[in-house]
């Protein structure tokens, strides 16, 4: 049978994934850290950004593309900042339990935990992240966390997209007006955002609480919104590092870009023995001014 993914190498080696949608969309992960590194639409235009200094050298995180934070969001709890499942290899999974999907363009990927990851997470777990491209060449990451082990488990978490606009100076965040935050910049204390659009002119890092299922990026000077739609993780992360110094980003690279980032922070998921959780982040490109 015709595989839907291509298997190659991408930077220093680094196994690597290429889905295409038969319409020229395409999207490119590496194993290491089951990360999306690249999504294009149809005509070719990449909607992502990697950092002009991103390191392909495992152990170091890659700074750009998809990372996933997991099983801790930054700082909140005793592991590494975000956890340890962006800088672990994942691997293919042939033969996943099934999804309800329609799109042939799909990869499937898992994480378990090694004997070292269980001296610091001491939980026997299946990360199972389906990478699909769908009509229109959006974009869909479903990640389902099974635990296998005897005893229930909490985890926090967050995908972490950096999304290419045109200039961060000319884009506006839509649907978190009145939405609760932590202000990352003043020790997380809590804020309501009273901005009915939100723009961007230092660095800004809020961890917004019980957010819509949509947040729109508009982008003005490319006309197009980007339209973030996630299912089964209720927080939301907005992030722009401005003049921080982030020693493997590019001191211009954060015009290029915005994260906006499905999350469960500020109620950890539990999962008991046996069970699985489910989270959706869809992502696509529509011509601004529609719905
Ligand atoms: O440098 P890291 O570990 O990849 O984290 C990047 C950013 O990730 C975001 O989720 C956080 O809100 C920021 O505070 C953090 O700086």
Partial sequence: EHSPFEQTKGINGLDKIIVRDGRGASVEVYLYGGQVASWKSEKGE??????????????????????????QY?????????????????AIEAN??????????KVDLILRPSKDDMKIWPHKFEYRLRIELGDGGDLTLTSRVKNSDGKPFHFTFALHPYFAVSDISEIQVEG??????????KNRARFTDHGKVMTFNSQLDRIYLSTPNQIRIVDHKKKKTIVVHKEGQVDAVVWNPWEKKVSDLGVEDYMRFVTVESAAIE????????????????????PSGHP
């Fill in 46 to 71: 990449e909607l992502l950004v990697m950092s002009s200094k991103a390191i392909f050298e495992p152990p170091a995180p890659i700074r750009g593309g998809i990372p996933i934070l997991f099983p």
């Fill in 74 to 90: 930054s700082n909140t709890g005793p592991l590494p900042n975000h956890g340890f499942a962006r800088n672990r290899f994942w």
């Fill in 96 to 105: 996943p339990p099934p999804l309800p999907s329609n799109s042939s363009a």
């Fill in 176 to 185: 978190l007006h009145n939405v609760d935050y932590l202000d990352q910049q």
């Fill in 267 to 286: 109620k950890p998921i539990t999962v008991k023995p046996g069970e699985e959780w489910k989270g959706i982040l869809q992502m696509s490109v529509v």
